[in-house]
DNA sequence: GCATTAATTGGTC
DNA sequence: GACCAATTAATGC
């Protein structure tokens, strides 16, 4: 985890919450205390139970935040990309953190420890107010999220899953821009990897899933939307 | 190139 | 649909 200096004013990500606000005079002593720091491929950087380190903001890459169950296997609760915001639910009245996240590329982590960033909301309005809306939308979306996926068959998960997945990190050259294991797929619809790759070798029978290796592409996505049915289910993201 | 891990397939309950 | 075993592919060192 080697530390790095970013400046957010460099930086593009323009869906970041600090970035959007990063030019007001009230925020700059509080992004020079800003850690960006480097997390390898498989890396956990957020551990569930561990004392709440405040928040993070992906600068590059691609994390899962997951929650470990009784098992011992683990359910993705969601995918998080560039911009976005990791360790949220930790935010002000929690002490440690009922969440981890794992890096699922080489990654670059701005993190804000819990007291300056209290600090700064304080002394930027706008960024609170963004930060509220943030967290309302967070909520809906789990609500909505949750209620859907325990009425889904097997096939209807994965599909899901894979539809939102496609959506929230796009597809170029005929595949997925984002490559995950098939535990994680499982992981995130809640089933088994046996289950998902029955699935998806279906899918591919059918010509609806184009596969090489990890990488997956959607053939066709009229074709790939219908197989909900009417039912419409689309996750949130 | 070898060793470990992940993916796949087939079978049984 | 869950669980297990066997084979094959992929990946790390």
Redesign the pocket.
């Known amino acids: 985890m080697h530390k790095i200096t970013v400046e957010c004013t460099a930086c593009n990500n323009e869906n970041c919450l600090i970035k959007k606000h990063c030019y007001s005079e009230a925020v700059q002593p509080y992004l020079k205390l800003k850690n960006t720091f480097k997390c390898n491929?498989g890396l956990q950087f957020i551990l569930e139970g561990a004392p709440v380190n405040g928040l993070y903001f992906i600068y590059r890459g691609d994390v899962k935040v997951y929650k470990h169950t009784a098992n011992m296997d683990s359910q993705i609760i969601r995918f998080v990309k560039e911009g976005e915001i990791v360790g949220h639910r930790g935010f002000g009245t929690n002490f440690v953190y009922d969440i981890s996240a794992s890096a699922l590329s080489d990654t670059y982590l701005c993190n804000f420890s819990t007291d300056v960033l209290i600090e700064m909301l304080h002394k930027e309005p706008p960024l609170m107010f963004d930060f509220m809306l943030f967290y309302a939308d967070q909520l809906q979306k789990s609500e909505a999220n949750a209620k859907l996926f325990g009425q889904m068959?097997?096939r209807e998960k994965v599909v899901n899953g894979l539809l939102f997945i496609y959506r929230k990190f796009g597809q170029s050259e005929g595949y997925i821009n984002i490559v995950l294991?098939?535990?994680d797929i499982a992981d995130f619809a809640g089933?088994?990897?046996?289950?998902?790759?029955?699935v998806?070798?279906a899918l591919k029978k059918e010509g609806l899933l184009v596969?090489s290796?990890?990488k997956l592409g959607i053939a066709n996505l009229t074709r790939f939307e219908a197989e909900l049915g009417d039912t419409h289910h689309f996750l949130e993201g």
């Not at 089933?191 to 029955?198: A, C, M, T």
Request: charged share 30%; net charge positive; aromatic share 0%.
């Open positions: 491929k068959s097997v294991s098939r535990k089933i088994s990897i046996d289950q998902v790759i029955r998806i070798s596969v290796g990890k």
